[in-house]
């Protein structure tokens, strides 16, 4: 099983991003995206379901962030819009052990199994 993220960058102030995820070797699972900053914990960006519905968002998270994914391809997206600086961070893509996102813990992280090394989103001011 293989995680591999792409599409990160450096942005300005007021820009977007999409970032995908690759997803071989395994279908039917949640994918989550997280997101680590310099110095910070890793904070639990968005999950959505194997099926594409429901997805979850982050409690720091609002709607500047859109999870979405295809199944044909096995690709999970993040579209980032209106980055601050404060979204600069590494964001990973993960791969649950199961099909559906727990909605009160899947932000911890502790259910999803394979991680991709992550995607550098870098923004200024």
């Known amino acids: 099983v293989q995680v591999m993220e ?3 960058g450096l942005v300005q102030t007021g820009g977007s991003l999409r970032l995908s995820c690759t997803l071989s070797g395994l279908t039917g699972a949640a994918m989550g995206w ?3 900053a310099p110095g910070k914990e890793r904070d639990g960006v968005s999950c959505i379901h194997a099926s594409g519905h429901p997805s979850y968002y982050g409690n720091s998270m609002n709607d500047r962030f859109t999870i ?3 199944n044909a391809k096995n690709m999970v997206y993040l ?3 209106n980055l601050k600086p404060e979204d600069t ?3 990973y893509c993960a791969a649950g052990l ?3 996102c727990l909605r009160d813990s899947w932000s911890r992280g502790d259910t999803f199994y394979y991680w991709g090394r992550g995607t550098q989103v870098t923004v200024s001011s």
Do not use: E, H, T, V
């Open 68 to 70: 979405s994914r295809d």
């Open 98 to 100: 199961y099909n559906y």
């Open 34 to 36: 997280f997101r680590q």
């Open 6 to 8: 792409s599409g990160g």
């Open 89 to 91: 961070a590494l964001y």
């Open 79 to 81: 579209q980032i819009d």
